[in-house]
């Protein structure tokens, strides 16, 4: 184990996929959102490709033995991108990091509906507390529905992002899954190759030909989204999720930053209380999982043969 490499490695696969909502947010006015999934999933398959060859793990990532789990995971997975850029286009950027920190409690109970895992008070009541942090980051948002003052625009986008955090967390279920008879190359590998596929069905709800800038930022996105996803990866490969999974919160004050400074987006009290909360509920989950990890492992050193 090298925790020191995994959280490098973490910090960075955040940092690159907060830049590349950033770049597809600035080209939402122009590109629909299905089209920059297409960007984003087929840009990231060259990176990908490269990468798996280096590693000679190429014929590893082109192996499957269940092909509908990967076609499963891929049309939720195609789902939550394309909802979480359509949010993009709706809300200021911190916004929709703050929801999306959804998906990892929703993951909790989606895992007990259909898994089968036990989730104990503990676990509960850190669900609870988070959503209560994601209905007060939404409140204002959802004001529109009653006549109140935020815009129906602002509303649907809160709609839109929080759809998108439950297919991410469905899609995090599927992926578990998919470890047990899968490897990691090949999740990676037919994840991009399904979103390219899948978005292709949104052409005839208004794709456009992309501005030489337009272009240039999905090309962007794609690229980095495939490092991101690299990165990210191999991060595992060096720590438990464990250690490393809370460094994900590293991407609100990125994108606080990258909201203020380059959207002139400020933050409301509100939104970030409620940010707050989701994130410490999201970290007392981990926390959790860590200690249950702990004692399912203590009987199985048990029962190893020392010496």
Not at 278 to 290: C, F, K, M, N, T
Request: hydrophobic content about 55%; some cysteine.
């Amino acid at each position: 184990m090298q925790p020191a490499r995994a959280i490098a490695l973490k910090l960075t696969a955040v940092t690159l996929f907060v830049v590349m909502s950033a770049l597809i947010k600035a080209a939402s006015a122009h590109v629909p959102p299905g089209e920059a999934v297409f960007f984003r999933s087929l840009l990231a398959l060259p990176v990908i490709v490269i990468w798996l060859t280096l590693r000679g793990e190429l014929a590893i990532g082109l192996r499957t033995v269940n092909p509908m789990g990967h076609f499963w995971r891929g049309l939720v997975g195609t789902s939550a991108m394309g909802l979480g850029f359509a949010g993009l286009g709706l809300l200021p950027l911190p916004e929709v990091t703050a929801l999306n920190y959804a998906a990892p409690i929703l993951v909790v109970i989606f895992a007990a509906m259909f898994l089968g895992e036990q989730v104990r008070l503990f676990r509960l009541a850190a669900v609870a507390l988070g959503m209560i942090g994601v209905l007060i980051v939404l409140s204002p948002r959802l004001n529109a529905l009653s006549g109140g003052t935020a815009s129906a625009r602002e509303a649907l986008g809160a709609i839109v992002v929080l759809a998108g955090a439950t297919c991410a967390a469905l899609a995090q279920v599927f992926v578990r899954k998919l470890v047990q008879t899968e490897r990691t190359p090949a999740i990676v590998f037919w994840f991009s190759v399904t979103a390219t596929t899948l978005s292709l069905v949104t052409i005839p709800f208004g794709w456009v030909v992309p501005a030489p800038r337009e272009a240039l930022l999905l090309i962007m996105a794609g690229v980095l989204g495939g490092l991101g996803q690299i990165c990210l990866t191999s991060s595992y490969r060096y720590a438990d999720a464990s250690v490393i999974a809370p460094f994900d919160y590293a991407s609100m004050l990125l994108a606080l930053a990258i909201g203020y400074f380059v959207f002139a987006e400020v933050p409301t009290p509100s939104m970030l209380f409620g940010a707050g909360l989701v994130i410490l509920a999201g970290v007392l989950i981990i926390w959790r999982e860590r200690q249950l990890g702990l004692k399912r492992d203590r009987p199985r050193k048990a029962m190893t043969p020392q010496g």
